[in-house]
């Protein structure tokens, strides 16, 4: 019998500092679900979660918009 592994994630170096899943989600206004699909995905490294977003073209939501 065949057995199907699930391919294995190599631990990722963390760079920048971490993000923490709301601080990620509130930063780009996000949805909890897309906020947590993106953070597992890719890690809570600052770095390259707004690297990501950059390249979403999703800019941080600022404080400035939120109190309008």
């Not at 760079?15 to 923490?20: F, V």
């Not at 993106?38 to 890690?43: C, D, I, S």
């Amino acid at each position: 019998m065949t057995q199907i592994r699930e391919p294995e994630r190599r631990s990722r170096i963390l760079r920048g500092r971490a993000y923490s899943l709301d601080e990620f989600a509130s930063k780009y206004g996000l949805r909890n679900e897309q906020a947590e699909s993106l953070f597992n995905r890719f890690g809570p490294s600052s770095i390259e979660l707004d690297l990501l977003m950059a390249a979403k073209r999703r800019l941080p939501v600022l404080q400035d918009r939120i109190a309008e």
